[in-house]
């Protein structure tokens, strides 16, 4: 007799078989990770890559229906990108139905045996690859879907899945929201209300702020494939307890950005006011109207300042930025104060960022959560919160290190401290020491209360305490 648990997974995840992906990854540095962090299962990554794949054949042993390294059980994943241009997640039940995708998939990429073929290309539409994948009964959906690059929904592509999937859109397995988004942005499109959600980390390193940056509660039976597709199509009680993952607003792409500065937009919409003292203000901006008649309050080095009228101005604002017709003024200017420019340089353009997409692509203005949705629990790596209440830049320093350690040490691992943590005794036991203060910020992630500047054109979001 076997019994439903709760299992913490993390199910995207590359190999040092990957491009920009950190050379220390092995089941060693994995399983050490997933130990600390509290994580049962683990994707893989990369696994049609041959190198990648022949170590996993060799080092995973199969026990009770699940890949198991130590006490880590592993899924065996990868991701594959298809002739849109968008990333696909897969997840596969065994080695054999692994080395069935190769071959179907081998017609149609470049050098699938190559040194850097973890995330390989295959020359086929999306709904073609559903077809493949689920040929060798594997598991495949949109990985993360909102990044503005190499993702189904960023700018210019598609607006719903079935553009993209044709009638293949009843065999996806699930959405991966990825770092921008959440369930709480996600959940305005009337389209995927039936969609099981993830929350992966996408991982490129080992590290303990990259593997299980975010994860996924699973209640299943066992920590196997099957029980995991169970889970997905929401089968036998089967189902995603919780979704765990940054706050969009720290995720790198949230914000409006400049394609080539990467300096992100703030907008805030002027209240309408005829005092003297409001005319004079927007004299003193009005140097700064864009080529359409935007007021620019400002720049600095990292942002571009808006500042709109009324609430229309802003969506006629937004309608230009999507069509590409807005351009950067800050780049203008660099470009212009360039003696060696010539009279028709190209100016750099505005690009949506994930708020502003799911905007335009949203049904409804607020999330309408379905029934089956799980919660959404908006959280950083312990690691972090520890760097920034010991203000430590670096995440490998030993001190900082030292005081993760001993959390772990008295409580186990992290997602139970992040997550079930009675947070009332651990501050009492604590009081007065710098871990109090830990504890404070676990308790206002928990409650939604953490003030944060939005990322936006590849810097993360920062959270001030
Ligand atoms: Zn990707
Ligand atoms: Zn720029």
């Known amino acids: 007799m076997t019994f439903m648990a709760l299992y913490d997974a993390d199910l995207h995840l590359h190999s040092p078989y990957s491009i920009a992906v950190s050379k220390n990854i092995s089941l060693e540095t994995l399983n050490k990770t997933a130990e600390i962090k509290g994580i049962d299962i683990l994707g893989t990554g990369d696994i049609t890559q041959p190198n990648w794949r022949n170590y996993m054949r060799e080092n995973l042993k199969k026990s009770d229906g699940s890949w198991k390294f130590k006490k880590t059980s592993f899924i065996l994943q990868t991701e594959l990108e298809d002739n849109e241009s968008i990333h696909q997640l897969i997840l596969l039940p065994d080695f054999s139905s692994v080395d069935a995708l190769v071959e179907k998939i081998r017609p149609y990429v470049k050098n699938i045996d190559g040194r850097w073929s973890g995330r390989p290309h295959v020359h086929r539409t999306p709904e073609e690859l559903v077809e493949i994948v689920s040929d060798v009964n594997g598991l495949i959906g949109p990985a993360h879907a909102f990044t503005p690059f190499k993702s189904i929904f960023r700018q210019g592509k598609f607006n719903l899945l079935r553009e993209a999937y044709g009638t293949a859109v009843k065999k996806l397995a699930f959405l991966e929201l990825g770092l921008s988004a959440d369930s709480y942005l996600a959940d305005r499109m009337e389209e995927l209300q039936n969609i099981t959600f993830l929350s992966n980390s996408d991982a490129h390193s080992e590290g303990l702020d990259a593997v299980g940056r975010e994860f996924n509660r699973f209640f299943i039976e066992e920590p196997?494939?099957?029980?995991?597709?169970?889970?997905?199509?929401?089968?036998?009680?089967?189902?995603?307890?919780?979704?765990?993952?940054?706050?969009?607003?720290?995720?790198?792409?949230?914000?409006?950005?400049?394609?080539?500065?990467?300096?992100?937009?703030?907008?805030?919409?002027?209240?309408?006011?005829?005092?003297?003292?409001?005319?004079?203000?927007?004299?003193?901006?009005?140097?700064?109207?864009?080529?359409?008649?935007?007021?620019?309050?400002?720049?600095?080095?990292?942002?571009?300042?808006?500042?709109?009228?009324?609430?229309?101005?802003?969506?006629?604002?937004?309608?230009?930025?999507?069509?590409?017709?807005?351009?950067?003024?800050?780049?203008?200017?660099?470009?212009?104060?360039?003696?060696?420019?010539?009279?028709?340089?190209?100016?750099?353009?505005?690009?949506?960022?994930?708020?502003?997409?799911?905007?335009?692509?949203?049904?409804?203005?607020?999330?309408?959560?379905?029934?089956?949705?799980?919660?959404?629990?908006?959280?950083?790596?312990?690691?972090?919160?520890?760097?920034?209440?010991?203000?430590?830049?670096?995440?490998?320093?030993?001190?900082l290190l030292q005081h993760y350690q001993n959390l772990i040490s008295e409580y186990g691992n992290e997602f139970y401290i992040i997550i079930d943590l009675d947070l009332e005794s651990a501050k009492k036991k604590f009081k007065a020491s710098p871990y109090e203060k830990v504890f404070r910020t676990i308790q206002a992630f928990r409650n939604d209360e953490i003030t944060i500047t939005p990322g936006g054109g590849g810097k993360f979001g920062e959270i001030s305490l």
């Not at 720290?250 to 703030?266: A, D, E, H, I, T």
């Not at 379905?370 to 203000?391: D, N």
């Open 224 to 399: 196997t494939f099957n029980e995991i597709e169970k889970a997905l199509f929401r089968k036998g009680n089967r189902k995603v307890n919780l979704n765990l993952g940054l706050d969009p607003r720290l995720g790198k792409y949230y914000q409006m950005f400049c394609s080539k500065c990467r300096r992100r937009v703030l907008r805030s919409i002027q209240i309408k006011n005829q005092n003297k003292e409001m005319s004079e203000k927007k004299k003193a901006v009005s140097n700064y109207l864009n080529i359409f008649g935007f007021p620019l309050k400002s720049w600095d080095d990292t942002f571009l300042y808006y500042e709109f009228p009324t609430k229309q101005r802003e969506q006629q604002f937004l309608k230009l930025v999507a069509k590409k017709k807005i351009e950067c003024e800050a780049c203008r200017k660099t470009i212009c104060n360039d003696p060696k420019h010539k009279k028709n340089s190209k100016i750099p353009h505005l690009q949506l960022g994930v708020s502003e997409r799911i905007n335009d692509l949203a049904t409804w203005d607020k999330p309408h959560h379905p029934k089956h949705r799980p919660p959404y629990l908006r959280m950083i790596p312990l690691i972090e919160i520890l760097a920034k209440i010991f203000k430590i830049k670096t995440l490998k320093s030993k001190t």
